[in-house]
């Protein structure tokens, strides 16, 4: 019986890595799986484990207030040591690009086990955007021993880096088979937050629901994106704004000072996964800088504008699902503009094809797992 760890520590990682840890446990004769979360997102992380009934074996815990990243990486490292001296794993499972990721994935390498990297080889190729996710990503696949790539082009572009072939696996993005499982849950799905959302906003009217928190977008990038978003709110008295803000005063702060106080916006509290699941369905355009919500939103038929200048998530702008707009607020309020009042192009762009699976990406990397 071969020992796995699966080893996460933001909410996207968690959503993301949780259909593999239950795909894993199905097969208990043949794996001994178990979960270790960091916990470098403590609040968010949790809502997530309890959505999907998961308990982690293992919890570092290591969120504090204002961490940086040197913190951050050395005590993952730190922490991570004693976990693998007492599970002994054969192969650590870690996903993405988050700072868990590359000091799982360090720490993992010290300790001899096999490293396996879900969603590997995106890339932007310039490090510093997005920061410091991608140099996270580029350290575990040079540190990892086997790679599962989303798609094709993720493949290519581990072979340009002279990774083995025969250590990538192309399988779908996890999210998808995450997504498709809580889309159905959440149809009769009833909590606080989404009966408050019901109180307060018109469902009849057009919905765009807005996330942000990346690091590049800090200061300039976000008094842009929150003023595209007060010209949208102005121009389209009857269009409703939902943002679930981000708590980092970086971004809080900035959001607070710009769109208070606006009629038809709507300034809340970070949502747990299934609340924003279920409006992501109600809502009729998405504006994220968000990895998972370009992946997620194409399964529900809704068109994505992204708010960063470069995207490792090539394959969904290809397909037109998703529209780089940078934080730009021209560029914001224009794209905007041609979604809801252009309904053709509005069609076109909801019925794509989404690139990035069929929701049977855990399968495929359990069967490869099985295989060697």
Request: proline share 5%; charged share 25%; hydrophobic share 40%.
């Amino acid at each position: 019986m071969k020992k796995n760890l699966i080893v996460f520590g933001t909410r996207p990682e968690a959503i993301k890595m949780i259909p593999l840890v239950k795909k894993f446990k199905e097969y208990p004769e043949l794996f001994s799986t178990k979960v270790c979360v960091t916990a470098q997102h403590r609040e968010m992380l949790d809502q997530v484990l309890d959505f999907f009934d998961i308990l982690p074996d293992y919890d570092l815990d290591i969120m504090r207030h204002d961490q940086d990243l040197y913190l951050l990486t050395s005590t993952i490292i730190e922490k991570m040591k004693y976990v693998l001296h007492d599970f002994k794993p054969d192969y650590v499972f870690i996903h993405g690009d988050t700072t868990t990721t590359m000091a799982a994935a360090i720490s993992a390498f010290y300790s001899g086990a096999k490293v396996c990297h879900v969603e590997a080889g995106l890339r932007t190729n310039n490090k510093l955007s997005p920061f410091p996710e991608e140099m996270n990503r580029q350290i575990a696949g040079r540190i990892a021993d086997y790679h599962f790539a989303p798609t094709i082009q993720s493949k290519n572009n581990l072979l340009k880096e002279n990774i083995v072939p025969e250590t990538i696996l192309v399988t779908g993005n996890t999210v998808i088979d995450a997504l498709l499982e809580s889309s159905i849950r959440v149809e009769n799905y009833s909590s606080i937050e989404i009966e408050n959302l019901k109180q307060k906003i018109n469902f009849d009217h057009k919905i765009i629901l807005v996330t942000g928190h990346r690091r590049e977008n800090h200061g300039q990038g976000f008094i842009n994106i929150c003023n595209a978003l007060k010209e949208i709110a102005f121009k389209y008295p009857e269009v409703q704004i939902v943002y679930p803000v981000h708590l980092n005063p970086k971004v809080k702060n900035i959001v607070y000072e710009t769109l208070s106080g606006i009629d038809n916006v709507y300034l809340i509290s970070p949502l747990s996964y299934p609340a924003f699941v279920w409006l992501m369905k109600k809502c009729y355009i998405l504006l994220t800088d968000s990895g998972g919500v370009q992946e997620e939103a194409p399964s529900l038929g809704k068109p994505v504008l992204v708010m960063r200048n470069t995207t490792e998530r090539h394959e969904s702008v290809e397909a037109g699902t998703v529209t780089l707009v940078g934080n730009s607020r021209e560029k914001i309020v224009y794209e905007t503009k041609r979604l809801i009042e252009d309904e053709d192009l509005y069609k076109k762009t909801s019925k794509k094809n989404n690139p990035y699976g069929d929701g049977k990406a855990s399968q495929r990397i359990v069967d490869f797992i099985a295989q060697l």
